[in-house]
């Protein structure tokens, strides 16, 4: 009997052996499935926590309701009642010391049209000036892989980026503009510009494709790792191993050793590799392959979430969190009103906030190694500062994700291409697979997940 083993039970993994075991029974294959997941629970970066009334995402809070809806997984599992919609709602910029509204009709805060421009209280007039390069300029310049930074500044202008632009569209992309390419942020705007000779009136006669808001996100009734346990309980002709780490693959002829933290040994036909990249590195431990890991790159994030025994009726009525546009005025990046966007996490209306502190941030050399005492004083005092509130929180939780945020750099599409081709050369059988390569959503982890299960059932 041939063996398959996954590695790694995040969603990618889950959606993988969901996939494996589904091809199994139709197929009436004689198989051994394994699940190997390091933590003692399931989910990976999806994990909810539930605490004095709130409910808490430690890490995704949400799926993109549009991408999800497309795939067959939500009724397959039966979670259609379960699902939840975000409210809809205005950001700040929390700027000067004060939260100012991003302008309506604007994408990622570029304005979608004049009226938005004129009206925004972010940029100057000189600011608003600048930006009408746009109208009357032609781009003879960028290509999709040049910086998405440096095509905006060159037709909007310093101000509105640095103002307006950048703290949104930083956040969304986790990077800095300067080193994100077109074409993995807004490829269509370069089709605009050329289109309609102004990015701002490229957006404006696109706007029905980014009208947001309602019911653009979803989640579940009792949190996201709903679906998790949903995949969990569908498992039932896989050998599912928590507390599983493993912690080396070796080669042999045609199949592989997986050596397990608890001293045994599983011998695989196939693997997939649904584990971050740098986990994935230590297991192969091939220095043939070290050029290709290393154009893969991560940051990091600390998730500060704050509960207080106040009404969340005291914040400014319109309002789902804001994002900080000067890194000397506060230490988070963002903070997100959690109890306005999701109604699920606090059904007393009572407010919880959902502050996040990213490494692209200059206080975050410090951040990264307080306690979490001292990461709660931190959010207090960025609460205490932005919103006023100087209450005790009853119920909080710290999340640590140092260096498991995954950033796709410009060089980041060549290098997966290059690694998969040594891996298919040299480790036939093994699939690499998850956020670090394939997309960062969870609906791209899970099509990324069933797609690599597909892909290995065609080599069985
Ligand atoms: P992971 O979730 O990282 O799973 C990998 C698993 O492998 C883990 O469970 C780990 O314990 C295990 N593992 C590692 N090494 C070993 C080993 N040696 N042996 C065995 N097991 C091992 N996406 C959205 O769509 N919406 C959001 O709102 C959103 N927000 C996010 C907020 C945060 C703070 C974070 C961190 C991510 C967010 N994401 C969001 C991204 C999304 O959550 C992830 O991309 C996705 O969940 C990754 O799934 P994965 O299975 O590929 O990897």
Redesign the pocket.
Known sequence: MKTIVV???????LSAMYELQKWKKANGEDVRLVL????NQ?????RTVTRNGFLMEA??????SRKLEKMPVVEELGLEQEVVYNATGRSYIYTDGELKPIPDDAVFGIPASLESLAKSTLVSAEGKVAALKDLYTTNKIFTKNDSIGAFLEYFLGTELVEKQIAPVLSGVYSGKLSDLTIASTLPYLIDYKEEYGSIIKGLEANKQKFKGGERKFLSFQNGLDTLIHAFEENLVDAEILKN????KIEKENSHYHVYLNNQERIEADYIIL???HT?AKS?INDPDLKNEFTGLKSSS?V?VYLGFNVPDSILPADGTGFITANTNELCCNACTWTSRKWGHTSKSGNLLVRLFYKSSHPSFASLKNMNKEELLEIARGDIHKSLGIDAEPIASEV?N?TD??PNYLIIHPQSVEALESKMTADYPGIILA??SYYG????D?IKNGADSARKLVQMF
């Open positions: 590695i790694g039970g995040g969603i990618t993994g190997a997941e390091a933590s399931l989910g990976g970066k999806i890490g995704a809070d949400s799926i993109v599983t780490k493993v912690h649904s584990i971050p986990a297991l994030l998730s999340t994700w498991q945020m998850g956020c960062v959503g969870i609906p982890c």
